[in-house]
């Protein structure tokens, strides 16, 4: 390696970098005509001088800067997710506790994620101690027409059958009494025989609250 090429080369990778929205999540293999060599060199003290995070294994972070928070603002796993997912051209949906999250049956914020995908299934350790498993599904799982049935079937799964507490039944209740009967019914046949009827009674008790009151007309 010609290291009296590392200036030049370098100067392309920080143009190219500063050319990108602040927040962008990138991969090496965006920098074109650079030696792997090199453009590790290059990467590495572009992190030294926190003109760029590092996030994972071959995972980089354009950074922006928040106001609110006083530093620089954290992707979140599943924008970190979907950047992978896109770059390898495939689909992913959440699952297990990160479907609880997304859909507030719990507020911890999880330090792990678990997506389904068609992509390739692996484990990603980041930096910040955080991990995303991505897990091989069939096409199936990845069907869902309306994401946020997706989410609920998913959660309600994670919850487990005979687990759902009253407390639970009440965000269900919430989230079923935003969605149009017609999505609800297009992708319930994807669920699973007691994730459906679980969610078809909670449904018709939301009916039933909404039908008038007779009581006492003539």
């Known amino acids: 390696m010609n290291r009296n090429n590392i200036p030049s080369k370098a100067e392309q990778v920080r143009t190219q970098i500063q050319s990108m929205k602040e927040g962008t999540i990138f ?3 965006v920098f074109e005509n650079i030696g792997q060599v090199a453009l590790h060199i290059i990467l590495s003290r572009l992190v030294q001088q926190n003109r760029i995070i590092r996030l994972g294994p071959g995972l980089y972070l354009h950074p922006r800067f928040s106001n609110v928070l006083g530093t620089y603002a954290t992707p979140s796993l599943e924008d970190i997710a979907k950047a992978i997912a896109i770059k390898e051209k ?3 949906i959440p699952t297990g506790s990160y479907a609880l999250y997304k859909l507030g049956f719990t507020m911890q914020v999880p330090t792990s994620a678990v997506f389904l995908t068609d992509g390739s299934p692996r484990k990603i350790n980041l930096e910040d101690g955080r991990i995303i498993v991505f897990k091989r599904t069939t096409a199936k799982n990845l069907s869902f027409h309306n994401p946020t049935v ?5 959660s309600i799964r994670e ?3 005979g687990n759902i507490t009253p407390e639970h ?3 269900i209740q919430g989230i079923l009494s935003k969605l149009h009967e017609e999505e609800l019914k297009q992708d319930l046949i994807l669920a699973p025989y007691w994730v459906r009827e679980l969610i078809l009674y909670e449904r018709n008790i939301i009916h039933e609250s909404q039908r008038p009151n ?3 007309t003539s």
Do not use: H, K
């Not at 997706?150 to 998913?154: E, G, I, N, S």
């Open 27 to 29: 991969f090496p293999d």
């Open 90 to 92: 495939s689909r992913i």
């Open 150 to 154: 997706q989410l609920l079937v998913a």
């Open 159 to 161: 919850i487990g059958n």
């Open 169 to 171: 039944r009440e965000i």
């Open 214 to 216: 007779r009581t006492g």
